[in-house]
């Protein structure tokens, strides 16, 4: 089945730095979803990318639909202690009834 | 409006209690799902309802009994469950189940923690 990766697996940054992490697959996604999860909770949307090429904006967040469709990126800019969390990538399988996700990347943000 | 609610938020039983997780949806989507989730791990698919129907059981334990009233509503039955089913547990919904529609987005509740004593 299809398998998404992301990196890092997690980070360690100081508040006010600009972070950027990676989502990859060896297959193609026609849509490119970013979840924030915090401790307890669910992942919450924060970004939908549903064609090549897009680049979409959140408030401080950025998101890019890779042109080869095997990627995306989420970067976030001006870091703040509410970004901490685990930040997932996913995109409904071409293959069945559900949803691939990735490993998370776990970010920390220190004062 | 994007949102996904779940009752209860917290819950702790016996192994030998019966209890139920309820979950709602008032967008209008067609494919509602379970999900089991362990700390720091992605969420581990269960079950997925499409159009009320059972599509998909990932050869989930039949403790786990999932329930699709209307297409509103999701339950999950618990009976008998040991303690490693502790976890958080997801429900979220989609326009439709993703076989149809490549460009569908899934939106999750948030979550019910359930600890087996």
């Known amino acids: ?111 | 409006d994007t949102e996904v609610t779940q009752t209860p938020k917290h819950l702790v039983m016996g192994m030998t209690n019966k209890k139920s997780l309820k979950c709602e949806q008032h967008m209008g989507h067609r494919a509602m799902y379970w999900y089991k989730q362990k700390a720091k791990k992605p969420p581990e698919l269960m079950f997925v309802y499409s159009y009320e129907k059972l599509s998909i059981n990932e050869s989930v334990p039949s403790r786990f009994s999932p329930e699709c009233p209307n297409s509103s509503l999701l339950n999950l039955h618990l009976h008998a469950l040991q303690p490693e089913d502790s976890a958080l547990y997801l429900c979220a919904s989609s326009q439709e189940a993703s076989g149809g529609n490549l460009h569908d987005t899934q939106y999750f509740g948030p979550g019910t923690r359930l600890t087996v004593l």
């Open chain 1, 1 to 111: 089945g299809q398998q998404l990766n992301q990196s890092p697996q997690s980070m360690f940054i100081q508040e006010g730095e600009d972070v950027s992490m990676n989502c990859t697959s060896s297959s193609i996604f026609n849509t490119w979803l970013w979840y924030k999860q915090d401790p307890g909770e669910g992942p919450v949307l924060l970004i939908a990318l549903y064609k090549a090429g897009e680049l979409t904006s959140n408030g401080r967040l950025t998101a890019q639909f890779g042109i080869t469709r095997k990627d995306s990126f989420l970067n976030i800019s001006a870091s703040i202690p509410s970004d901490v969390g685990i930040y997932f990538c996913a995109g409904p399988s071409n293959y069945g009834q559900n949803f691939v996700f990735g490993p998370g990347t776990r970010l920390s943000v220190l004062p």
